[in-house]
C-alpha cells in the first residue's frame, strides 16, 4: 500500500488516476491537516519488479510532500 500526501489536490488526482490505470485499487482522496491524501492498493499481486522505482519517479515528478509505503522495495 502507498499513500500520497500533497497540499495541491490536483497533484494528488493525477497520481491517483496514473496509478488506477496501472491496476491499483484507489482510495478516495481526502483531505487531512490541510494535505490531501489518497491510498493506493495493488489488490490480489505482489509488487510488479520495478514498481517501486516507477512510483519513486512519478512522486519525484509531480514534488508530492510525502509518500508513505508499507510495500518491501525488491
Known sequence: MH???SGEREKVEIIAGLLQQAGYRISR???VDS???VTA???GRTQR???YDRIEGIVHH???EEWI???ERD
Do not use: C
Open 41 to 43: 492498493r495493488l489488490e
Open 29 to 31: 482522496i481526502r483531505s
Open 69 to 71: 509505503t508499507n510495500e
Open 3 to 5: 499513500t500520497f500526501r
Open 49 to 51: 519488479e520495478g514498481e
Open 62 to 64: 509531480f514534488d508530492i
Open 35 to 37: 494535505q490531501f491524501v
